[in-house]
């Protein structure tokens, strides 16, 4: 089982740039492939993004990618969203989230049984 903290939601500028934390408790962090979502008023949770055990994969929505990154470090059992080039569309509750079976694929939220507190992030125009 891992538990996970998140931090880092805030109200940013269109254009501006932000950085979401996510710490992960216990020994088996590095097993876990790290996802990212958002969920916006009204609207159903979806994928941003997601990085494989060794961070040496990741994956994006197409409406985040080339301005988003995920990155993770497995020593200090913490995973990051580095946000770029924001817009207002960008503005949700973002969460972390942590899971290891994949059959129903790394975009499908139902793959990850572990979830941040999720934190808002608020772009103003």
């Known amino acids: 089982q891992v538990q996970l903290v998140q931090s880092g939601g805030e109200l940013v500028q269109a254009g501006g740039s932000l950085r979401l934390s996510c710490a992960a408790s216990?020994?088996?962090?590095?097993?876990?492939?790290m996802g990212w979502f958002r969920q916006a008023p009204g609207k159903e949770r979806e994928f941003v993004g997601c990085i494989n055990w060794s961070g040496g994969g990741t994956r994006y929505a197409d409406s985040v990618k080339g301005r988003f990154a995920i990155s993770r470090d497995n020593a200090k059992n913490t995973v990051w969203l580095q946000m770029n080039s924001l817009k207002p569309d960008d503005t949700a509750v973002y969460y972390c989230?942590?899971?290891?079976?994949?059959?129903?694929?790394?975009?499908?939220?139902?793959?990850?049984?572990?979830w941040g507190q999720g934190t808002q992030v608020t772009v103003s125009s």
């Open positions: 989230a942590a899971g290891q079976d994949y059959t129903r694929g790394y975009a499908n939220r139902l793959s990850y049984p572990y």
């Open positions: 216990g020994r088996t962090f590095s097993s876990y492939v």
